[in-house]
């Protein structure tokens, strides 16, 4: 699909009629009626509180949604939080409400709006979930200023999160993209990100669209392709991202299989780059540290621990066509565990994603029937974690990920080597 044809004629009338903006902030959408409309709100009060004499343009870019939400959005007063302000916005805020074309999917509602940028010749954008219920105008400040201010292109979002949430990101994502890439960027599928203009340009030229980036891929596509392309990168802190928290022995195995398949089909066409990479490197903060009140996520160990001892008596053939004897030993010694003392430790769940990621890279088996033999044995490390955390602080939640990291950056010569090889050698 050409760039041209990625909006309608409708849209690019009211882009022309905009002519140039300074700001664009995207809000993608589907069935999000309930949680739109105060997004709205807060982008438009952040952007007149902070950036009083920046034009700006508003953009939802809806995925077909069945309950208004895209009237929502068009009939949100975006001035209807003056009274909270300390200054009043010298320009009004533009507003676009369109549904993208394309592949079904947020990445293609995303591209939808940096094609909007990239027309507007806009300075930033920032794209943030339609379903917040903790956004701040404050959040537009932090995602939007360090590039307006400081030169920087690309703002990771920092959150405060409950130890049983985010376990993806904490377990796999994370550790991941800081030890190949060598990134320290805390919350690489965060889903709230600010850009310059010519990240976002660059975004829309990409030969991504017709891909699983357009359909649930977009965000770990967006941070490793900021890394890759050497773009200036830094993190935002923005308190709390409050959404509805699930059980994840429960309801994370599809999240599981897309998100990991969107980071390993990255890293097989990154190689080029982190191949190079050794050691890791934090990226500079912005945003005021502060303690935040978490809502508490209910985890069912029980159900967890099940699950990896039925997926391993069950998918075991499947195992030994990639995972090394002695994984598969550890593994199976750790199935016939008691309760008491069930624990899959760090070391051990590092060399299973390293060698999950060279299954997928030299297609051992078909990639979705891989990476679903996977959830059982993310689930037996999630439940080693739940007891492990069940008393850290938020301190140590962050030293133990830190340490877990450094794992995964010590093996990472063994996996290069594997990834060469075809396969981990005991």
Known sequence: MSATAVLNDEVLRLVAEIGQADLVVGIPSFNNAGTIGHVARAAAAGLAKYFPDRVAVLVNSDGGSTDGTPDVVATTEVGSARTLLLRHGTRPVHKVVTAYQGIPGKGSAFRTIFEIARRLNAHACAVVDSDLRSVTPEWFELLLGPV?????????????????????TNAIVYPLVRSLYGKRIRQPIGGDFGMSGRLAAHYADQDAWDTDVARFGIDIWMTTTAI???????????????????????????????????????????????????????????????????????????????????????????????????????????????????????????????????????????????????????????????????????????????????????????????????????
């Open 228 to 426: 890759v392309g050497g773009f200036k990168i830094c993190q935002a802190y923005l308190g709390a991202k409050i959404h509805d928290a699930k059980d994840p022995g429960a309801h994370l195995a599809n999240m599981l299989v897309q998100v990991t398949g969107s980071l390993f089909g990255q890293i097989e066409a990154q190689e080029a780059y982190w191949s190079k990479i050794a050691g890791s490197e934090a990226v500079p903060d912005f945003g005021f540290r502060y303690q935040v009140g978490l809502e508490p996520v209910n985890v069912n160990l029980e159900r967890m621990r099940n699950a990896f001892r039925n997926g391993v008596k069950d998918f075991g053939p499947l195992y030994a066509e990639f995972l090394d004897p002695g994984t598969r030993a550890a593994l199976s010694a750790l199935a016939t565990a008691p309760d008491q003392a069930f624990d899959l430790p760090a070391d051990l769940w590092v060399r299973v994603v390293y060698e999950y990621v060279v299954a997928y890279h030299t297609r051992r088996l078909m990639p979705d029937h891989l990476l679903r033999t996977l959830t059982p044995l993310y689930l037996g490390r999630t439940a080693s974690w739940v007891r492990e955390a069940a008393d850290y602080s938020a301190d140590d939640v962050e030293n133990a990920l830190d340490d877990l990291s450094r794992r995964f950056e010590e093996m990472k010569p063994a996996f290069v080597r594997a990834w060469q090889e075809g396969r981990f050698s005991s």
């Open 148 to 168: 307006l201010h400081e030169g920087y292109e690309f703002v990771a979002p920092l959150y405060s999160r409950h130890k049983y949430d985010g376990t993806i």
